[in-house]
């Protein structure tokens, strides 16, 4: 993700995560992955709704977006960004 300068953002929610899984099956690219929707990207917005963030999937099938923006960071969304840290090497700044 990056900010309205272009600037990649390194840190927070916008920040965005490392995947468990990829979100196309390697055979056939064009075919949504449901292990990636169902362990990277409902965790996430499980995470966000704990720490009370009014936010769906826009899609239950394939969520491609939230239909709200997210309020604030909370200590369940703090957790899933120490297992899925937005840097590569695992350094929050």
Known sequence: MYDA???LIESGI???T???FAPY???NKLKWDKTHRNQDVYPFIRALQL???PVRANNLVIPTNLTRPCIHEGT???K???KRPPLPTG???
């Open 76 to 78: 369940n969304t703090g």
């Open 80 to 82: 899933y960004l120490e």
């Open 91 to 93: 350094k929050r700044k």
């Open 5 to 7: 300068n272009g600037i």
């Open 18 to 20: 490392a995947d468990l």
């Open 14 to 16: 916008a920040a965005g």
């Open 25 to 27: 099956d390697a055979k």
């Open 51 to 53: 720490d009370g963030n």
